[in-house]
C-alpha cells in the first residue's frame, strides 16, 4: 500500500465509517459474543507476501464490526462514556496522517505550542484560576502516577530518584475508598505500597471526613511514618462520590502535603458554572486531572492534567540527555519533561477542532441535557414497583437495584443480552448495584428513556 492508494482507502473507510455510525441505534450495544469466537477467525501466522487492499479491507468488515462493544452507541450508559465527537474524529485522521512525536518543542512546535493554548483554554473553560498550567497525557491513570511520583520525590528531598527507596523514610498517602483504582495502581509502582495509601472513612455524603484525614496525618507522623500528599475525588467511578475539597484541601496544607483532585469523569461538567460548587475550593489543589476524552467529545486519549506549579513535576520526570537539547532554547517547552513516556501524539489537535465545531455553549447543552435526562430516567425507575434507587444522581450516574443481588444480577444480564442498551454493575454499602450514566455524545432523550422501559419488560 503507498499513498496513493491510501487516499483511495481512506474515502473508503470515511464512507464506512459513515455508514457505522448511522446504523449503531440498529446494532446490540454489547458484542454478544463468547470468548475466542473473533481469534477463531483469524489465520495463526503473519502474511509472508504482501495481500490485497481489497483483501484486508474486507476482512474487516467482515470479522471486525461483529466483535465491537460499541463505545459511541447512543444507548451506551456502562461505565463512563468514551465520547469521540465527529470533529474529534476528523482532527485525528489528521494527526494520524501527519504523525508527528511531540516530544519536544522543535520536534513540531505546532504540537506543543497548540497544547499550551489549549491548556489556557480550558482553564478558563472550567473556570480555573489563571495560574494553572497543565499537559495532555494518555490516560488519568498516568497523570495520576506522575503527581503521586511528585508527591514522593517532593518528600524526600528528591533522594528517590538517585537513591532507590531503601532505607527512605516510610511515605503515606491519603485518599478516600471512592477513588478509583488508578490511585492505588499509582501507589503500588511508585513504590509507596499499597498499606501505605491510607484510606480516610467517608460520611454519609461519601465525601472523606476531613477530621479523619487531619488525625491520620498526625497519628503518622508521631508513629515515624512521612506523609507525602492526599488524592481527592471530585466525581468517582462507582457512584460519583465528591470528597468536600474545599475542607480536605484546608487540612492538606495545614499539614505542608500536596493535594491531587481526580477529576477523570465529572471535571468535563465544570465547564458548566452551576456545577462548580461539587468541587468548590478546587483551586487550591496542586494537580488536578480530568479526562476529555471521557464526557467532553474529545476521544481518547485525551487526559489533562492541570498544575499549580510545573517546576516540582518537571524535576521528578525531566530528564534531558545530551540527545534531547535543543541548542540554545532554554525558554521553550518540551512536554516529555512533564510525563512519563518520551514520545507524545499530536492530542491537541482534537481537542481545538472539538472546542471549536461545537463552542463552550453546544458542550454545556449537551452535559445539561444528559443530568437532566439522567433525572427523569431515575424518576421512572423509582416509579416501578420493585426498583430501588441505591444512590441518587451525581451529575448524571446514579444507581438502583432489586430486591436481592441476585436477582440484580439477573437482570443485569437480561439488559445486556438483549442489547438495546448497556448497563454495569459496581458495588454500594454492601449491595450489587446497577449503575446508570448518561453521558455519550449523540444520546437523545428519546434514547434514555429506553431505560425504564427496557428494564420494566425484562424485570
Ligand atoms: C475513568 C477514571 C479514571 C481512569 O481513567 P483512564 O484515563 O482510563 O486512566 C480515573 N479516575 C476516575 C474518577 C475515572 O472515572
Known sequence: MDHDDLRHWSK????????????????????????????????????ENPEAAEAIFADFERIIPPGLTHWQHPRFFAYFPANASPASMLAEQLANAIAAQGMLWQTSPAVTELEQVMMRWLTQALGLPDGFTGTIHDSATTATLSAVLTMRERALGWRGLEKGLASQPRLRLYASAETHSSVDKAARIAGIGQENLVKIH????????????????????????????????????????????????????GANLPVHVDAAWAGSAMICPEFRDLWTGVDGADSIVFNPHKWLGAQFDCA????????????????????????GRDEITNFNEWTVPLGRRFRALKLWFTLRAYGLSGLRDRIRNHVVWAREARDALARLPGVTITTEPSLSLFTFALGSDAETEGLLHRINDDGRIYLTQTRHAGRYVIRVQVGQFDCTQDDVAMIPQVVAELM
Not at 506523609?227 to 470528597?243: E, H, K, M, N, Y
Not at 489533562?304 to 535543543?326: C, K, M, N, S
Open 304 to 327: 489533562v492534567q492541570f498544575l499549580a506549579d510545573p517546576a516540582p513535576q518537571i524535576r521528578t520526570l525531566g530528564l534531558r540527555p545530551t540527545y534531547l537539547e535543543t541548542a
Open 12 to 47: 473508503r473507510a470515511a464512507d464506512w465509517a459513515h455508514d457505522y455510525h448511522s446504523t449503531l441505534r440498529d446494532r446490540p450495544v454489547r458484542a454478544p459474543l463468547t470468548p475466542g469466537s473473533i481469534a477463531a477467525q483469524l489465520p495463526e501466522n503473519p502474511p
Open 202 to 253: 467517608t460520611d454519609a455524603h461519601l465525601s472523606m471526613k476531613p477530621g479523619a484525614l487531619a488525625g491520620a496525618i498526625a497519628a503518622d507522623r508521631a508513629a515515624g511514618f512521612q506523609p507525602a500528599g492526599v488524592i481527592l475525588c471530585a466525581g468517582g467511578t462507582s457512584v460519583g462520590a465528591f470528597d468536600r475539597i474545599a475542607d480536605c484541601i484546608a487540612i492538606a496544607k
